[in-house]
């Protein structure tokens, strides 16, 4: 852990960029440039909108006299894939696979253009549910076949999942899971009723069984029986809160790897006519296998895209199933009372290619570039977001989770006061017509290592992962520090983070970097978890 030198680090880089700093502190009656403000020492401090809150606060209210109970939440997280993807994001039928749906839902709520994950899937996917950032839970990377982890992170995280089935939720995850499958570490462990999926990626899953791929495994009997003895489940699994544990059919073939994702729409599907039909309001969570490599074709499907390639394939089948799992919301008639947010885990895993995504930004997955961790959101809820908003305000996946308390009316109370929350509810911002964000900044990690805060429109880096060849963003790259100074870019003039302005362009990087000094300052007061990884 380099916490002690990412403090000193970041004190030295406070002088140095003293030459381009102005003072911070605004004149009376000025905004200042930092307009966060801290309403506990361990939550992430947050930018005050009280007329903003009042409002959608009075609107939530009418719709429940209205409704008669809590909103549904569903999240639609997608595996890998890249920003611009999506047609609604510069994407679609431009680059071979047409995203209706995805579109549709677009452009029927707000589509953020400025909305932030974790540089790779596992941290992503337990920052949503824990709404702490994965250096605070141990949860910095995927437990891979072989791991060994020293301590169940889980043991003492409050999920989402549990914090919602206490309010009277009923919580279900269907599709990929990726944080842990040994027992206490499942999803119907941590505080779900219920989960229909798989444990691992696809790639960890089919490589037992794409021999042309992956021959030296696959035709290799020994080395084949080793992996089986370490490799990850690779079956479908359903489990029940208490522990009971179904294992359902097996991946034998890439073929049964390219139905994955239909077979678990149809579960979806079917589910959300059950639980509309219910007492109680549900929280949903679907995790699309696809588009994380490798991708086959669903052998049950024509072509669905112009393109043709596996991954554009996979692609215009994810839309099809947004479309399907949308459509049943509606035939249920829950549409009304349903917060839906898509988006995907990581940028684009460019290591795969042709296998991955498209990004416009620098970077993709498994970097803290803009192209590995800028992912497209999109927020619908019929009658409740305004149809057709575009914010470019900032929003971190992990607001996902402060956003569902306040939907379910549960209280931040229930959390440990012994640890530190970097969630921001941005209930208000969501919902109401004209919502501003209520997220000054967004920091993000690569392991152990501090490495950029995005505050405005600035991004600074103080260390950055640079690839030693084309696409090669994990498998062929280095961690470096900056040097001198710290990378500063306006994102809003430079986009593809290639020319720094710290020192010639920009007052504020000193400012940023105090932002940034802040941050690390908090896992001082509250130390992380080690786990093992």
Same mark, same amino acid.
């Given at each position: 852990?380099?916490? !002690?030198?990412? &403090?000193?680090?970041?004190?030295?880089?406070?002088?140095?960029?003293?030459?381009?700093? +102005?003072?911070?502190?605004?004149?009376?009656?000025?905004?200042?440039?930092?307009?966060?403000?801290?309403?506990?020492?361990?939550?992430?401090?947050?930018?005050?909108?009280?007329?903003?809150?009042?409002?959608?606060?009075?609107?939530?209210?009418?719709?429940?006299?209205?409704?008669?109970?809590?909103? !549904?939440?569903?999240?639609?997280?997608?595996?890998?894939?890249?920003?611009?993807?999506?047609?609604?994001?510069? $994407?679609?039928?431009?680059?071979?696979?047409?995203?209706?749906?995805?579109?549709?839902?677009?452009?029927?709520?707000?589509?953020?253009?400025?909305?932030?994950?974790?540089?790779?899937?596992?941290?992503?996917?337990?920052?949503?549910?824990?709404?702490?950032?994965?250096?605070?839970?141990?949860?910095?990377?995927?437990?891979?076949?072989?791991?060994?982890?020293?301590?169940?992170?889980?043991?003492?995280?409050?999920?989402?999942?549990?914090?919602?089935?206490?309010?009277?939720?009923?919580?279900?995850?269907?599709?990929?899971?990726?944080?842990?499958?040994?027992?206490?570490?499942?999803? /119907?462990?941590?505080?779900?009723?219920?989960?229909?999926?798989?444990?691992?990626?696809?790639?960890?899953?089919?490589?037992?069984?794409?021999?042309?791929?992956?021959?030296?495994?696959?035709?290799?009997?020994?080395?084949?029986?080793?992996?089986?003895?370490?490799?990850?489940?690779? +079956?479908?699994?359903?489990?029940?809160?208490?522990?009971?544990?179904?294992?359902?059919?097996?991946?034998?073939?890439?073929?049964?790897?390219?139905?994955?994702?239909?077979?678990?729409?149809?579960?979806? =599907?079917?589910?959300?006519?059950?639980?509309?039909?219910?007492?109680?309001?549900?929280?949903?969570? /679907?995790?699309?296998?696809?588009? +994380?490599?490798?991708?086959?074709?669903?052998?049950?499907?024509?072509?669905?895209?112009?393109?043709?390639?596996?991954?554009?394939?996979?692609?215009?089948?994810?839309?099809?199933? =947004?479309? %399907?799992?949308?459509?049943?919301?509606?035939?249920?008639?829950?549409?009304?009372?349903?917060?839906?947010?898509?988006?995907?885990?990581?940028?684009?895993?460019?290591?795969?290619?042709?296998?991955?995504?498209?990004?416009?930004?620098?970077?993709?997955?498994?970097?803290?570039?803009? $192209?590995? =961790?800028?992912?497209?959101?999109?927020?619908?809820?019929?009658?409740?977001?305004?149809?057709?908003?575009?914010?470019?305000?900032?929003?971190?996946?992990?607001? &996902?989770?402060?956003?569902?308390?306040?939907? %379910?009316?549960?209280?931040?109370?229930?959390?440990?006061?012994?640890?530190?929350?970097?969630?921001?509810?941005?209930?208000?911002?969501?919902?109401?017509?004209?919502?501003?964000? !209520?997220?000054?900044?967004?920091?993000?990690?690569?392991?152990?290592?501090?490495?950029?805060?995005?505050?405005?429109?600035?991004?600074?880096?103080?260390?950055?992962?640079?690839?030693?060849?084309? /696409?090669? /963003?994990?498998?062929?790259?280095?961690?470096?520090?900056?040097?001198?100074?710290?990378?500063?870019?306006?994102?809003?003039?430079?986009?593809?983070?290639?020319?720094? =302005?710290?020192?010639?362009?920009?007052?504020?990087?000193?400012?940023?970097?105090?932002?940034?000094?802040?941050?690390?300052?908090?896992?001082?007061?509250?130390?992380?978890?080690?786990? $093992? &990884?």
């Amino acid at each position: 852990m380099r916490l !002690n030198f990412a &403090l000193a680090a970041a004190a030295a880089m406070i002088a140095l960029a003293g030459s381009a700093a +102005h003072c911070s502190a605004a004149p009376a009656g000025a905004e200042a440039f930092d307009r966060s403000v801290a309403s506990a020492d361990n939550f992430e401090p947050a930018i005050p909108h009280p007329e903003q809150d009042a409002a959608v606060k009075a609107k939530l209210a009418q719709l429940r006299d209205k409704v008669g109970r809590r909103p !549904n939440i569903v999240w639609l997280v997608v595996d890998d894939m890249g920003y611009g993807d999506p047609g609604c994001y510069g $994407g679609g039928a431009v680059i071979g696979a047409a995203t209706p749906h995805i579109d549709q839902l677009a452009a029927g709520g707000l589509k953020l253009t400025s909305c932030y994950a974790q540089q790779t899937c596992t941290p992503t996917r337990s920052a949503i549910l824990t709404g702490r950032l994965p250096m605070r839970t141990g949860l910095t990377r995927p437990i891979l076949a072989g791991d060994k982890i020293t301590k169940n992170p889980w043991a003492d995280e409050v999920s989402l999942a549990r914090l919602l089935s206490d309010a009277g939720y009923s919580t279900l995850l269907c599709g990929k899971w990726h944080v842990g499958e040994e027992e206490g570490m499942r999803p /119907h462990d941590v505080g779900f009723d219920e989960f229909y999926g798989y444990y691992p990626a696809q790639k960890e899953i089919s490589q037992r069984v794409d021999e042309r791929r992956y021959p030296g495994l696959v035709r290799d009997p020994r080395r084949l029986a080793a992996f089986e003895g370490a490799g990850p489940e690779d +079956h479908l699994t359903h489990g029940f809160k208490g522990g009971r544990t179904e294992r359902l059919a097996q991946i034998r073939s890439i073929q049964d790897m390219g139905r994955a994702d239909a077979v678990l729409t149809e579960f979806t =599907v079917e589910k959300i006519k059950q639980l509309a039909a219910g007492d109680k309001p549900f929280f949903l969570e /679907h995790c699309f296998m696809k588009v +994380h490599c490798d991708n086959f074709r669903n052998p049950d499907l024509a072509s669905l895209s112009e393109s043709k390639y596996p991954y554009k394939e996979a692609v215009s089948e994810v839309d099809m199933h =947004v479309g %399907a799992i949308v459509d049943a919301l509606d035939q249920a008639g829950v549409l009304e009372n349903t917060l839906i947010f898509f988006t995907s885990d990581n940028g684009p895993q460019m290591d795969a290619w042709p296998d991955a995504g498209y990004t416009p930004f620098r970077g993709a997955k498994g970097t803290t570039f803009e $192209g590995g =961790v800028r992912v497209p959101g999109i927020a619908s809820w019929k009658g409740m977001i305004q149809p057709g908003r575009v914010s470019n305000d900032v929003f971190d996946l992990m607001d &996902l989770f402060g956003t569902a308390l306040t939907l %379910a009316g549960a209280s931040t109370d229930a959390l440990p006061a012994d640890r530190y929350y970097d969630f921001v509810d941005q209930t208000s911002f969501l919902l109401h017509d004209q919502g501003r964000s !209520n997220r000054e900044a967004a920091y993000f990690w690569w392991g152990s290592e501090l490495m950029a805060c995005r505050m405005h429109e600035y991004k600074i880096h103080v260390k950055v992962v640079l690839s030693q060849a084309p /696409h090669m /963003h994990i498998d062929l790259s280095v961690v470096n520090d900056v040097g001198l100074a710290p990378w500063f870019f306006n994102l809003h003039v430079d986009p593809k983070e290639e020319m720094t =302005v710290g020192h010639r362009l920009d007052p504020w990087m000193a400012t940023v970097i105090g932002k940034l000094k802040a941050h690390a300052a908090t896992f001082k007061t509250y130390p992380p978890k080690q786990i $093992g &990884l």
